[in-house]
């Protein structure tokens, strides 16, 4: 079984930076896709970014240039770093894992809030 435990929301000012974490447990990291969704009040979640085992990234083409993700294998942990956050990225945004080849994301974590104030 797999446990991904996010960390690194908060409140933040407009322009400023953030960088989320998720710590997997159970597997390493580099065995699965690990990818970060996002969910507004009163929207559908949304997909951030994904990080496949194979090393790949792929990110929503409307946060390119801001959004990076990033793995770091020695610490089990997926990152997202965000940069020149605006209001409309105030979500609770969800590290999730699925295992290659599968389409479905099998393992959420419990998510972490994220306010960016105008």
């Known amino acids: 079984q797999v446990q991904l435990v996010e960390s690194g929301g908060g409140l933040v000012q407009t322009g400023d930076s953030l960088r989320l974490s998720c710590a997997a447990s159970g597997r390493t990291a580099s065995s699965l896709d690990v990818g970060w969704f996002r969910q507004a009040p009163g929207k559908e979640r949304e997909f951030v970014a994904v990080?496949?085992?194979?090393?790949?990234?792929y990110s929503a083409a409307s946060l390119k240039g801001r959004f990076t993700i990033s793995r770091d294998n020695a610490k089990n942990t997926v990152y997202l770093q965000m940069n020149s956050l605006k209001p409309e990225d105030t979500a609770v945004y969800y590290c999730?894992?699925?295992?290659?080849?599968?389409?479905?994301?099998?393992?959420w974590g419990q998510g972490t809030q994220v306010t960016v104030s105008s």
């Open positions: 999730a894992a699925r295992n290659t080849g599968r389409l479905k994301y099998e393992y």
């Open positions: 990080f496949n085992w194979s090393g790949s990234t």
